[in-house]
Nanobody, 122 residues
Framework: QVQLVESGGGLVQAGGSLRLSCAAS????????MGWFRQAPGKEREFVAL????????YHGDSVKGRFTISMDNAKNTMYLQMNSLKPEDTAVYYC???????????????WGQGTQVTVSS
């Protein structure tokens, strides 16, 4: 089992920045891929970014490319999402996830955190 706990969400004005953290514990060595997803009210869960623990390769979704950066500290078993130039449409609950395959579809990730709310005011 893998436990994931997100933190760092909050309220920020448009144009501002936030950094989300996802602390992993348990059998973390079993999952090579970690990712961020988000879900806004009334919308489906959306892929944000992923990173492979083994080689640090990463991929960002088109809606956040150039503004958000995913990173990983393997020694701390913690993943981060640095979010800059935030927009009101970035408002959502952000979830971290862990899996075995580097894909953008959420149903292939086996483990999920409880989510952290990010609200961007205009």
């Amino acid at each position: 089992q893998v436990q994931l706990v997100e933190s760092g969400g909050g309220l920020v004005q448009a144009g501002g920045s936030l950094r989300l953290s996802c602390a992993a514990s348990g059998r973390t060595f079993t999952n090579d891929v970690m990712g961020w997803f988000r879900q806004a009210p009334g919308k489906e869960r959306e892929f944000v970014a992923l990173i492979r623990r083994s080689d640090s390769s990463r991929y960002h979704g088109d809606s956040v490319k150039g503004r958000f950066t995913i990173s990983m500290d393997n020694a701390k078993n913690t993943m981060y999402l640095q979010m800059n130039s935030l927009k009101p449409e970035d408002t959502a609950v952000y979830y971290c996830a862990a899996g075995d395959v580097a894909v953008v579809v959420d149903n292939l990730y086996a483990y999920w955190g409880q989510g952290t709310q990010v609200t961007v005011s205009s």
